[in-house]
């Protein structure tokens, strides 16, 4: 089975700083890579995904991944938190081959300080 | 609107006794798809359908059954819960494939006594 890892299950940033969330997975055929972003009390909502081409994908909000194939990760980041991106941030992948069963990380916890 | 809805967002029972939790959505999707997050451990698939009459195991189904009869409805059941099932329970949906965006519920909260 996939396993996904997320280093760091809290990270803290101030204001204006960079943030960077980890996100590695185990296959060693690439498989579809999603970041979801959970508000306080809500559902999820994709923030986004890579499935071919451009290895740098951008998102909502400002964000944007990589897809690293040599080094297995698909990290999130952002150049300049604001107070309104404090949330969780789950990295989620699906495998090419095997369809649609999907696996998630354990989740990172965003802290802004103002 | 376009939505996910779940039922009910918040239940407490006892052992033992049967439940289910609605899930529907107005998407026309084919996808959807039940997780339960806890803490620690991220979400975890439960079950999956891809479409009316399909459905297949996740990573944890055990103890959980579903059903796809309707393409807009996807009920999860417990039919002997336990307290280790205690959890928040996410239901998805998405249009086609693993590929789509999944679109998610509010959540119900289950207690399990």
């Known amino acids: 089975a996939q396993s996904v890892t997320q280093l760091g299950s809290h990270v803290s940033v101030s204001e204006g700083a960079l943030v960077l969330l980890r996100c590695n997975y185990s296959s060693s055929v690439p498989p579809y890579l999603f970041w979801y972003v959970q508000y306080p009390n809500q559902g999820l909502q994709l923030l986004l995904k890579y499935t071919t081409g451009a290895t740098l994908v951008k998102g909502i909000n400002g964000f944007e991944a990589e897809f690293k194939k040599s080094e297995t990760s698909f990290h999130l980041t952002k150049p300049s938190a604001h107070m309104s991106d404090a949330a969780e941030y789950f990295c989620?992948?699906?495998?090419?081959?095997?369809?649609?069963?999907?696996?998630f990380g354990t989740g990172t916890s965003l802290t802004v300080i103002p | 609107e376009a939505q996910v809805t779940q039922n009910p967002r918040y239940l407490i029972t006892v052992t033992g006794k049967k439940l289910t939790v609605t899930c529907s959505q107005n998407m026309n999707h084919e996808y959807m798809s039940w997780y339960r997050q806890d803490p620690g451990l991220g979400l975890r698939q439960i079950y999956y359908s891809m479409n009316v009459e399909v459905t297949d195991k996740g990573d944890v189904p055990e103890g959980y059954k579903v059903s796809r009869k309707e393409k807009r409805n996807f009920p999860l059941i417990l039919e002997s819960p336990s307290p280790n099932q205690t959890s928040l329970y996410f239901c998805?949906?998405?249009?086609?494939?693993?590929?789509?965006?999944?679109?998610f519920g509010p959540g119900t909260r289950l207690t399990v006594l």
């Open positions: 989620a992948v699906s495998e090419r081959d095997t369809g649609n069963q999907f696996y």
């Open positions: 998805a949906s998405s249009g086609w494939d693993s590929t789509d965006t999944q679109y």
